[in-house]
């Protein structure tokens, strides 16, 4: 027996509590666990012992990119079942200098955010919901449709940022614009976006005009670290889905910089894709997805926040809304795969479809969780005495 198939043996036992089963290159079929299998994975070709050493996940995951993996069944319950056994991968770090160099520069990030976000607004429209927002949902009722879902997320953060006509408003990585332009038309704020991505520029620039809100909002091209020297000041802060581009060496500068734009007593909501501890990251993600991108653990944000006198007054974990997310978007993904097709080759199509069927069972599992945060800026005793006003 060869190295290759006793370490993927091996492996397996792991798994000995769930039920599937896994048919080897040589046809060898591998039964895991008593009951009958959920599902079926299929080796077309062995996965080197070396490459399963140096990252579990990019291994398994360039395997199904390639083709050398197949799985029969429902895709989702494959991977949830799998990843519920994260801790048990491997990942040699020492082996992957270049997935996790240290580098933070602002080309740098912004190059990882553009690879990411400027794949084409005709891409993002196939699968995201008419909002265009592409952060986690919020599924107040079990039939909330995938925008309902966006519009209740968008109208959450709005309430918790206690809005009034008049205030001043910053969103950091405004995406396509989308809360500011709820926060606009419903409470007349003055607001401002910033963004790295070049196609979200243009769409949210568009958006504005499209509906005559140029009174009330603009867009810039604009790195979070130029905030400390803009001489901008704001009464509220939000930033939605981009700390996890920050990079760790440079949550205490992100911080610093909201610091300097957010009045006194303002308020700051941080909503973001967290861990429960401190990682350097997932090596297929790191590669294919996300370059550069790192999930800060609650802990550490919240240690480093005491840091700039920003007062913690609520925290909120929306976990299983990202799951419902992200299979609406892999519903939608999978409706117009074929379009997909003739944007994109065949390879991108599964590594995507990898992406948000991974990116649910991580939810799912506890793998990663999602956060939102409520500072002030200082202590703030004009803040309602409860959480009512959030939610009514």
């Known amino acids: 027996m060869n190295q290759d198939k006793i370490f993927i043996k091996t492996f397996l036992n792991n798994f000995k509590d769930e039920s599937f089963s896994v048919k080897l290159w040589d046809d060898e079929e591998i039964k895991v666990g008593n009951d009958e299998p959920l599902f079926k994975v299929i080796l077309n070709k062995p996965i080197p012992k070396k490459e399963l050493i140096t990252s579990t996940s990019l291994a398994f995951g ?27 991968f491997s990942t040699d770090f020492k082996r992957l200098p270049k997935l996790f160099s240290n580098l933070t520069s602002a080309k740098k990030q912004k190059e990882e955010v ?25 599924f107040k009722n079990e039939n909330d449709s995938l925008y309902d ?35 606009a038309k419903q409470y007349k704020v003055k607001g401002l976006g910033i963004t790295l991505s070049e196609e979200q520029y243009k769409k949210f620039k568009s958006r504005i005009e499209e509906e005559n809100l140029q009174d009330y909002l603009d867009v810039k091209l604009m790195d979070y670290r130029e905030l400390e020297k803009s001489g901008l000041s704001f009464d509220r802060v939000v930033s939605v889905g981009m700390l996890e581009h920050v990079g760790r060496d440079n949550y205490d500068l992100f911080m610093k910089n909201v610091s300097k734009v957010l009045k006194k007593e303002g308020i700051f909501v941080l909503h973001y894709i967290s861990g429960l501890t401190e990682s350097p990251g997932d090596p297929w ?108």
């Open 114 to 138: 553009s690879y990411h976000y400027d794949l084409g607004n005709d891409f993002y429209k196939l699968w995201l919901d008419d909002t265009m927002s592409y952060s986690c949902g919020y």
């Open 149 to 183: 879902a966006q519009m209740n997320k968008i109208n959450h953060l709005l309430k918790k940022l206690n809005l009034k006509e008049g205030l001043s408003l910053l969103d950091i990585g405004c995406g396509w614009g989308s809360l500011l332009i709820e926060a």
């Open 62 to 88: 360039e395997a199904y990119m390639d083709g050398n993996l197949e799985v029969e069944g429902d895709f989702f319950t494959m991977l949830n079942t799998i990843l519920k056994y994260k801790s048990k």
């Open 285 to 392: 993600m790191r590669k294919y997805i996300f370059p550069g991108g790192v999930i800060p653990s609650l802990r550490e944000i919240m240690s480093i926040s005491a840091d700039y006198k920003f007062y913690t007054t609520d925290v909120e974990s929306l976990r299983p809304h990202y799951m419902r997310t992200l299979l609406k978007w892999a519903e939608n993904f999978e409706n117009n795969i074929d379009t997909v097709r003739e944007m994109f080759d065949e390879r991108f199509v599964k590594m995507w479809t990898m992406y948000l069927y991974s990116c649910a069972a991580c939810f799912n599992t506890g793998v990663i969780d999602l956060h939102q945060i409520v500072f002030t800026n200082g202590v703030n005793n004009s803040n309602p005495l409860t959480r009512d006003y959030m939610y009514n």
